[in-house]
């Protein structure tokens, strides 16, 4: 069988999964929710970044065992003097700020996740108001989050004991609960919008009421029936002594589901995925946006957060995106092919920053034979070093969540907080380089071959 026939075969296979997983209507909503939450993300990490790296008073920048800035800026104080000086108390206050930021946007992620969600479910099932089904999502997933905190309090005789005051444990709010609003947010928008298109259900007021007011008192008695349904699901795990929902359903799905994710024969499979769709022409990473956001994304929080130490996540995998870069640099070196000459000069601007499109369309890269191994194979070969360097504590874990556009080598630095992240980065261009020039030293004789064929028929 031909090259071109094997070709042909799988992607009469993969084409209408892909477009099946593209184009499903659920998984669009999902993706544009955690795409509208984009910019909370990178605020959060922008601040988060200024917290743990730049204003930290014995950190990498302004520490001792770093940059040691900090000396210069106290006015050469050191030690004990250093630690209780002016300059310190100053970077503490500002990083109590920047922690407030955190907490406003990694702290809530899951939180604001249900009421994006709820919004863009409620569009999608033709709903007249779809705020509403969203502030009731919101509302929904209150409900069965714990209204409670242990803490502990003094008692009159001096001692301290345990005690329970009301308000939400944040915990039930940041990365551990995605999996949790999104069941949640699916169920209750689900049942509103349902509801809200039985007419028996629906109470209309005069026309001479104004059009808010209608629209409010229409939807009343849905409102009612969807919240009495989630009060009394969390009402009855609390009867039979089960935790809250979300404790269930993370230790029943999200958490093996993120154990697992973070296995190198998973993250493999992921990439290979990823890369092997966008040698169809088809955009791998939306075809896997349903695994970044299940399991890579809240993996990403938790390390920007500090409650985990995770090493594949979406900094992980964004770091790798610029590895195309590597492909016009082996052109520029053995190329003879003008063509792939002159793409790769229009090209490598935008690879600069990531975007691959021009060479994947251009060159192309797009079902050419030539380049799948090389697209495919750096890509995970890259994965393997970072998942060797990570674990053998040569590079720190990527905390800090980096636009996908940075540059290669500052996206590393930025997403690790250590130069080692650049460097990594460089390593994987260096190998990535020579991976590709054995393959475009192949399509130059192609080209020879291709152009004495073409003088013959001349």
Same mark, same amino acid.
């Given at each position: 069988?031909?090259?071109?026939?094997?070709?042909?075969?799988?992607?009469?296979?993969?084409?209408? =999964?892909?477009?099946? $997983? !593209?184009?499903?209507? @659920? %998984? +669009?909503?999902?993706?544009? /929710?955690?795409? *509208?939450? &984009?910019?909370?993300?990178?605020?959060?990490?922008?601040?988060?970044?200024?917290?743990?790296?730049?204003?930290?008073?014995?950190?990498?920048?302004?520490?001792?065992?770093?940059?040691?800035?900090?000396?210069?800026?106290?006015?050469?104080?050191?030690?004990?003097?250093?630690?209780?000086?002016?300059?310190?108390?100053?970077?503490?206050?500002?990083?109590?700020?920047?922690?407030?930021?955190?907490?406003?946007?990694?702290?809530?992620?899951?939180?604001?996740?249900?009421?994006?969600?709820?919004?863009?479910?409620?569009?999608?099932?033709?709903?007249?108001?779809?705020? =509403?089904?969203?502030? $009731? !999502?919101?509302?929904? @997933? %209150? +409900?069965?989050?714990?209204? /409670?905190?242990? *803490?502990? &309090?003094?008692?009159?005789?001096?001692?301290?004991?345990?005690?329970?005051?009301?308000?939400?444990?944040?915990?039930?709010?940041?990365?551990?609960?995605?999996?949790?609003?999104?069941?949640?947010?699916?169920?209750?928008?689900?049942?509103?919008?349902?509801?809200?298109?039985?007419?028996?259900?629906?109470?209309?007021?005069?026309?001479?009421?104004?059009?808010?007011?209608?629209?409010?008192?229409?939807?009343?008695?849905?409102?009612?029936?969807?919240?009495?349904?989630?009060?009394?699901?969390?009402?009855?795990?609390?009867?039979?002594?089960?935790?809250?929902?979300?404790?269930?359903?993370?230790?029943?799905?999200?958490?093996? %589901?993120?154990?697992?994710?973070?296995?190198?024969?998973?993250?493999?499979?992921?990439?290979?995925?990823?890369?092997?769709?966008?040698?169809?022409?088809?955009?791998?990473?939306?075809?896997?946006?349903?695994?970044?956001?299940?399991?890579?994304?809240?993996?990403?929080?938790?390390?920007?957060?500090?409650?985990?130490?995770?090493?594949?996540?979406?900094?992980?995998?964004?770091?790798?995106?610029?590895?195309?870069?590597?492909?016009?640099?082996?052109?520029?070196?053995?190329?003879?092919?003008?063509?792939?000459?002159?793409?790769?000069?229009?090209?490598?601007?935008?690879?600069?920053?990531?975007?691959?499109?021009?060479?994947?369309?251009?060159?192309?890269?797009?079902?050419?034979?030539?380049? %799948?191994?090389?697209?495919?194979?750096?890509?995970?070969?890259?994965?393997?070093?970072?998942?060797?360097?990570?674990?053998?504590?040569?590079?720190?874990?990527?905390?800090?969540?980096?636009?996908?556009?940075?540059?290669?080598?500052?996206?590393?630095?930025?997403?690790?907080?250590?130069?080692?992240?650049?460097?990594?980065?460089?390593?994987?261009?260096?190998?990535?380089?020579?991976?590709?020039?054995?393959?475009?030293?192949?399509?130059?004789?192609?080209?020879?071959?291709?152009?004495?064929?073409?003088?013959?028929?001349?």
């Amino acid at each position: 069988m031909s090259m071109q026939k094997t070709i042909d075969k799988v992607e009469q296979m993969l084409m209408p =999964l892909a477009n099946v $997983v !593209s184009s499903n209507r @659920y %998984l +669009l909503c999902m993706r544009d /929710s955690f795409s *509208t939450l &984009v910019t909370f993300i990178i605020v959060g990490s922008l601040f988060g970044i200024l917290n743990w790296v730049v204003f930290e008073p014995f950190g990498t920048i302004l520490g001792d065992g770093g940059l040691n800035l900090g000396k210069f800026f106290s006015g050469g104080l050191a030690g004990d003097a250093y630690a209780a000086s002016a300059f310190v108390d100053v970077c503490r206050k500002i990083q109590g700020l920047c922690g407030a930021v955190v907490n406003v946007t990694f702290g809530i992620f899951s939180l604001l996740l249900s009421f994006v969600f709820g919004y863009r479910l409620a569009k999608m099932w033709k709903s007249t108001e779809p705020l =509403l089904p969203a502030a $009731v !999502s919101l509302a929904s @997933y %209150l +409900l069965v989050t714990p209204h /409670s905190i242990k *803490t502990f &309090v003094q008692n009159p005789s001096g001692a301290f004991e345990s005690a329970s005051v009301a308000g939400f444990p944040m915990s039930y709010f940041g990365s551990s609960a995605v999996l949790t609003s999104i069941i949640v947010t699916t169920f209750v928008t689900w049942m509103f919008v349902k509801l809200t298109k039985t007419p028996k259900l629906t109470i209309k007021l005069p026309d001479s009421v104004p059009g808010a007011v209608s629209k409010s008192f229409a939807v009343v008695i849905p409102a009612i029936i969807t919240l009495f349904v989630v009060t009394f699901i969390q009402s009855f795990l609390t009867w039979i002594g089960k935790p809250a929902i979300n404790d269930v359903l993370y230790g029943i799905l999200q958490a093996p %589901l993120m154990n697992f994710s973070q296995g190198l024969g998973f993250a493999l499979a992921y990439q290979f995925l990823a890369w092997f769709f966008w040698w169809f022409g088809i955009h791998g990473h939306n075809v896997t946006a349903v695994i970044q956001n299940m399991v890579y994304l809240p993996a990403q929080l938790a390390n920007q957060t500090g409650e985990a130490a995770y090493i594949f996540t979406n900094g992980f995998f964004e770091a790798t995106l610029g590895y195309m870069i590597a492909l016009p640099i082996a052109i520029f070196i053995v190329s003879k092919r003008d063509d792939w000459k002159a793409v790769s000069k229009l090209g490598m601007p935008a690879m600069l920053f990531n975007i691959q499109e021009p060479l994947a369309f251009g060159i192309p890269i797009v079902l050419n034979p030539l380049l %799948l191994i090389p697209y495919v194979i750096s890509p995970l070969l890259n994965t393997v070093i970072g998942f060797l360097l990570i674990s053998g504590g040569i590079m720190p874990v990527f905390k800090y969540v980096v636009p996908w556009t940075m540059p290669q080598f500052f996206g590393g630095i930025i997403g690790t907080g250590s130069i080692m992240g650049g460097l990594y980065q460089l390593l994987c261009v260096a190998i990535d380089v020579l991976i590709f020039i054995p393959f475009v030293k192949a399509a130059n004789a192609t080209a020879e071959k291709e152009k004495e064929a073409l003088e013959k028929t001349l």
